[in-house]
């Protein structure tokens, strides 16, 4: 039957493949929503700033929506998604389609504009914004729901049929995509006031309702299909959990009948009871898996899949910017479709396309080589019906030989293998690196080097950037200033650092970090083995995207990266200057990752990289280093399963970067995050000398540790106010956190110190602030 369609040979357009009026069996779980320039964000932002109106915004919106419809429907996309738009989040959609508004934001009912939506996302004047949080393992963040018993559900955001109408105006016909009703209850919390444990899966009964309305409006205008995504089935599931998908689903089933339903999976394996109960589900004629993250699934797929129902197959990875390996897809497809039969599999996404960059024709200035190696979002489409094609017999032979010529040239590529940093970082593995001496003894011989009062005061690395800092390095950038006059601007703002920090009475100072654009990038570009884009920017909340490097070779350090700044500052004081570094675990999880090799080896080999710096910060003169591992946790892998593994390298890598330091030298790290109860061990087996963390917006969840009596000899710095607001806090109040501590920690490990660095504050802000700091410390130490 594929053989009787219409088929049009592919044209080259600009430097991507377009093709014409074709619908192979191709779908795409959902696309970025800011713009390959980022028009969404400007837009958002200037609307926020009242420097335009809603119809401004709601026109960037609509002709990005439509830019991207018409550019997947160009390129034969058969499966189309729509609603995967936002002006904010998609977990914030779902919420506003329910109703589920919470009372302080007064909600009257009716249709939900632009000023409920934001002030649930932001805040306004009055009240604040609801909380955000990770989803998943991406570093997207969505908006979390807050639902009890009182919430009063009801239609308020016809969004999704409006979106399905607009495309359909424009010639589309698409597949509506809804977070389905068991993600959007696991991944709420219980309102303020309503109790912890208060079972959210209790209020199935209450949203389905508004799903029904939904799809009934959906079904009338005339769509066929639907896609519900469900990710958390990729979860350690309760048996409970389990059932409400058997039951939300089998509630759906009158309403959902006379339309195909996909239910989306993405981000791991599917655990195996977990795939029974999915592809039993009634009602459902075909189930998305993520190919890319969960190479068992295919196992479990192999071992038996449900006759006549279709398999979304997400062979071309959402999450990074590799061109597919289009040869070792085409074979892992053909070999599904012995499985579940030749018209029933779809080429798809491992995901949505969300969390890649958006179209590699904005990247005019990156090397040839390596851009014949990526792929972003515009191009993953096009992979994805060229594999369609293939499947269906069309198979574009100069497609795939360019792209085997790409993939060849990635293995081969003298810029990717550099046998020394090969061999060292393999030799690594299985081994253990710690330093010799246990971290008491290392302390007492610090102590007597470094000589500080007790409750020493520090900072976390960077002061604040003003927009003149950020002119001088933009400028040295671009070559408009000298390298002299940048270097001269730059020794003097760290002068202007250091002397306040004097003049404050810190203790362990910081060199202000004000050659840093950003903890990562910073040292990417130093690194070989990474490359940079100009446009490759990711969503990562609300208007706010990251741009990653792409870590594509062997790293390895050509030349000291920090060494001439700190030893600079070092010798404008005294006191203790700490070198600023960022950990190998954060450089690795902030980037784009080669995907040729495992992780932990491109970890362990920044590992390496990085301990070439600490050592060369050693005899600089530098006696503490900072290395941040803002990221760590960050990498936990969602199965509960896998977090030994991933714990066990990190760890690793982050000791191997400072095992070759004297007693003398004191290793510092911080992380920016609270919530590391469930890892403390691995924090402990990290052997830092001194840990700061964040810890100001959760003080009794992080203490609560030692209180159970989990022993921690090393320095500890849990911060004593929250960097995150504008508020300055009183010594009072600073002393009376110190006290809390005191309870529970040892006189002789606490360090004083903010959550985190000061970069995004005002000096207005942060003098008073630290004043206030170091009062408190110095009030303190006089009672003890
Ligand atoms: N040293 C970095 C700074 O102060 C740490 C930032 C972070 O932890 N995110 O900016
Ligand atoms: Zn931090």
């Given at each position: 039957?594929t053989m009787?369609l219409?088929f049009?040979k592919p044209?080259?357009?600009?430097?991507?493949y377009?093709v014409?009026?074709i619908?192979m069996a191709s779908?795409?779980?959902?696309?970025?929503?800011?713009?390959?320039?980022?028009?969404?964000?400007?837009?958002?932002?200037?609307?926020?700033?009242?420097?335009?109106?809603?119809?401004?915004?709601?026109?960037?919106?609509?002709?990005?929506?439509?830019?991207?419809?018409?550019?997947?429907?160009?390129?034969g996309?058969?499966?189309?998604?729509?609603?995967?738009?936002?002006?904010?989040?998609?977990?914030?959609?779902?919420?506003?389609?329910?109703?589920?508004?919470?009372?302080?934001?007064?909600?009257?009912?009716?249709?939900?504009?632009?000023?409920?939506?934001?002030?649930?996302?932001?805040?306004?004047?009055?009240?604040?914004?609801?909380?955000?949080?990770?989803?998943?393992?991406?570093?997207?963040?969505?908006?979390?729901?807050?639902?009890?018993?009182?919430?009063?559900?009801?239609?308020?955001?016809?969004?999704?049929?409006?979106?399905?109408?607009?495309?359909?105006?424009?010639?589309?016909?698409?597949?509506?995509?809804?977070?389905?009703?068991?993600?959007?209850?696991?991944?709420?919390?219980?309102?303020?006031?309503?109790?912890?444990?208060?079972?959210?899966?209790?209020?199935?009964?209450?949203?389905?309702?508004?799903?029904?309305?939904?799809?009934?409006?959906?079904?009338?205008?005339?769509?066929?299909?639907?896609?519900?995504?469900?990710?958390?089935?990729?979860?350690?599931?309760?048996?409970?959990?389990?059932?409400?998908?058997?039951?939300?689903?089998?509630?759906?089933?009158?309403?959902?009948?006379?339309?195909?339903?996909?239910?989306?999976?993405?981000?791991?394996?599917?655990?195996?009871?977990?795939?029974?109960?999915?592809?039993?589900?009634?009602?459902?004629?075909?189930?998305?898996?993520?190919?890319?993250?969960?190479?068992?699934?295919?196992?479990?797929?192999?071992?038996?899949?449900?006759?006549?129902?279709?398999?979304?197959a997400?062979v071309v990875?959402?999450?990074?910017?590799?061109?597919n390996d289009l040869a070792a897809s085409l074979s892992t497809l053909q070999s599904l479709e012995?499985?579940?039969?030749k018209?029933?599999l779809v080429v798809?996404?491992?995901?949505?396309?969300?969390?890649?960059?958006?179209?590699?024709?904005?990247?005019?200035?990156?090397?040839?080589?390596?851009?014949?190696?990526?792929?972003?979002?515009?191009?993953?489409?096009v992979e994805v019906n060229a594999l369609a094609k293939a499947l269906a017999g069309e198979k574009d032979e100069a497609f795939f030989s360019e792209n085997a010529?790409?993939?060849?040239?990635?293995?081969?590529?003298?810029?990717?293998?550099?046998?020394?940093?090969?061999?060292?970082?393999?030799?690594?593995?299985?081994?253990?690196?710690?330093?010799?001496?246990?971290?008491?003894?290392?302390?007492?011989?610090?102590?007597?080097?470094?000589?500080?009062?007790?409750?020493?005061?520090?900072?976390?690395?960077?002061?604040?950037?003003?927009?003149?800092?950020?002119?001088?390095?933009?400028?040295?950038?671009?070559?408009?200033?000298?390298?002299?006059?940048?270097?001269?601007?730059?020794?003097?703002?760290?002068?202007?650092?250091?002397?306040?920090?004097?003049?404050?009475?810190?203790?362990?100072?910081?060199?202000?970090?004000?050659?840093?654009?950003?903890?990562?990038?910073?040292?990417?570009?130093?690194?070989?083995?990474?490359?940079?884009?100009?446009?490759?920017?990711?969503?990562?909340?609300?208007?706010?995207?990251?741009?990653?490097?792409?870590?594509?070779?062997?790293?390895?350090?050509?030349?000291?990266?920090?060494?001439?700044?700190?030893?600079?500052?070092?010798?404008?004081?005294?006191?203790?200057?700490?070198?600023?570094?960022?950990?190998?675990?954060?450089?690795?999880?902030?980037?784009?990752?080669?995907?040729?090799?495992?992780?932990?080896?491109?970890?362990?080999?920044?590992?390496?990289?990085?301990?070439?710096?600490?050592?060369?910060?050693?005899?600089?003169?530098?006696?503490?280093?900072?290395?941040?591992?803002?990221?760590?946790?960050?990498?936990?892998?969602?199965?509960?399963?896998?977090?030994?593994?991933?714990?066990?390298?990190?760890?690793?890598?982050?000791?191997?970067?400072?095992?070759?330091?004297?007693?003398?030298?004191?290793?510092?790290?911080?992380?920016?995050?609270?919530?590391?109860?469930?890892?403390?061990?691995?924090?402990?087996?990290?052997?830092?000398?001194?840990?700061?963390?964040?810890?100001?917006?959760?003080?009794?969840?992080?203490?609560?540790?030692?209180?159970?009596?989990?022993?921690?000899?090393?320095?500890?710095?849990?911060?004593?106010?929250?960097?995150?607001?504008?508020?300055?806090?009183?010594?009072?109040?600073?002393?009376?956190?110190?006290?809390?501590?005191?309870?529970?920690?040892?006189?002789?490990?606490?360090?004083?110190?903010?959550?985190?660095?000061?970069?995004?504050?005002?000096?207005?802000?942060?003098?008073?602030?630290?004043?206030?700091?170091?009062?408190?410390?110095?009030?303190?130490?006089?009672?003890?």
């Amino acid at each position: 039957l594929t053989m009787t369609l219409n088929f049009v040979k592919p044209v080259r357009i600009g430097s991507g493949y377009r093709v014409l009026s074709i619908k192979m069996a191709s779908h795409i779980v959902g696309y970025p929503r800011m713009g390959p320039k980022r028009e969404l964000k400007f837009a958002l932002e200037s609307f926020w700033d009242k420097k335009s109106s809603a119809e401004d915004l709601q026109k960037v919106a609509a002709d990005l929506r439509s830019s991207i419809w018409k550019q997947m429907a160009d390129a034969g996309i058969k499966y189309i998604p729509s609603n995967t738009f936002s002006y904010y989040d998609q977990v914030l959609d779902t919420a506003t389609m329910l109703g589920a508004v919470p009372p302080r934001y007064n909600f009257a009912g009716g249709e939900i504009g632009f000023d409920t939506y934001f002030s649930m996302a932001r805040g306004n004047a009055s009240v604040p914004a609801m909380e955000m949080t990770k989803w998943f393992d991406t570093n997207y963040h969505y908006i979390v729901p807050e639902l009890g018993p009182e919430v009063n559900f009801s239609y308020a955001s016809h969004k999704a049929v409006n979106e399905y109408k607009e495309a359909k105006e424009l010639g589309v016909d698409t597949v509506p995509v809804l977070v389905g009703p068991v993600t959007f209850l696991l991944l709420s919390k219980p309102a303020k006031g309503v109790e912890k444990t208060f079972p959210l899966l209790s209020l199935l009964d209450k949203i389905l309702p508004v799903y029904k309305e939904v799809i009934g409006e959906l079904k009338a205008a005339g769509a066929s299909w639907i896609q519900f995504d469900e990710p958390t089935l990729v979860l350690d599931l309760e048996s409970h959990q389990l059932e409400a998908f058997t039951k939300a689903y089998s509630e759906l089933e009158s309403t959902l009948s006379g339309l195909n339903v996909i239910v989306e999976t993405y981000f791991a394996d599917i655990p195996a009871e977990t795939y029974k109960i999915l592809t039993a589900l009634k009602g459902v004629t075909g189930f998305g898996f993520d190919l890319v993250r969960g190479a068992k699934t295919l196992d479990l797929i192999k071992g038996g899949f449900p006759s006549g129902k279709y398999l979304f197959a997400g062979v071309v990875d959402g999450r990074n910017i590799w061109a597919n390996d289009l040869a070792a897809s085409l074979s892992t497809l053909q070999s599904l479709e012995g499985i579940v039969g030749k018209d029933k599999l779809v080429v798809s996404t491992s995901c949505s396309l969300l969390h890649t960059a958006v179209d590699l024709v904005n990247e005019p200035k990156l090397d040839k080589e390596i851009k014949s190696w990526l792929a972003f979002a515009a191009q993953k489409v096009v992979e994805v019906n060229a594999l369609a094609k293939a499947l269906a017999g069309e198979k574009d032979e100069a497609f795939f030989s360019e792209n085997a010529a790409a993939q060849a040239s990635r293995k081969s590529s003298p810029r990717v293998t550099n046998e020394a940093v090969q061999k060292a970082a393999a030799a690594l593995r299985g081994s253990d690196h710690r330093r010799a001496t246990t971290v008491s003894a290392r302390l007492d011989a610090q102590q007597k080097k470094l000589n500080l009062p007790v409750l020493p005061t520090t900072t976390i690395g960077s002061f604040p950037q003003t927009l003149e800092l950020r002119r001088v390095r933009r400028e040295y950038k671009a070559k408009k200033i000298s390298e002299d006059d940048y270097v001269k601007a730059i020794k003097e703002e760290i002068s202007k650092v250091v002397k306040l920090q004097e003049e404050l009475d810190i203790d362990v100072l910081v060199h202000g970090e004000p050659e840093r654009n950003d903890m990562v990038e910073y040292f990417g570009e130093q690194l070989s083995g990474f490359a940079f884009t100009a446009n490759g920017w990711v969503q990562s909340y609300g208007s706010r995207c990251v741009k990653p490097p792409i870590i594509y070779g062997d790293v390895s350090r050509p030349n000291p990266m920090t060494v001439f700044w700190s030893q600079t500052a070092q010798s404008m004081t005294k006191r203790p200057m700490k070198g600023m570094l960022t950990g190998p675990v954060t450089i690795l999880n902030w980037s784009f990752v080669r995907n040729d090799q495992p992780r932990f080896e491109t970890c362990y080999q920044i590992a390496l990289a990085i301990k070439d710096e600490v050592e060369d910060l050693e005899k600089a003169g530098i006696n503490v280093i900072q290395i941040d591992e803002a990221a760590l946790r960050e990498g936990l892998p969602l199965r509960k399963a896998e977090h030994a593994f991933y714990l066990d390298w990190a760890v690793h890598s982050f000791r191997i970067t400072n095992v070759g330091v004297q007693d003398t030298t004191q290793i510092h790290t911080h992380m920016c995050y609270s919530n590391f109860n469930d890892i403390i061990h691995s924090i402990i087996d990290m052997d830092a000398d001194v840990i700061t963390i964040e810890n100001s917006r959760s003080d009794e969840k992080l203490l609560s540790v030692f209180r159970e009596g989990v022993k921690y000899g090393a320095g500890i710095g849990p911060g004593v106010y929250d960097i995150h607001s504008p508020r300055i806090p009183s010594t009072e109040e600073i002393a009376d956190r110190i006290n809390k501590m005191l309870a529970v920690l040892d006189t002789n490990i606490l360090w004083v110190n903010p959550d985190c660095g000061l970069k995004t504050r005002k000096y207005a802000e942060v003098k008073p602030a630290l004043e206030n700091m170091v009062s408190a410390a110095k009030l303190i130490r006089t009672q003890l």
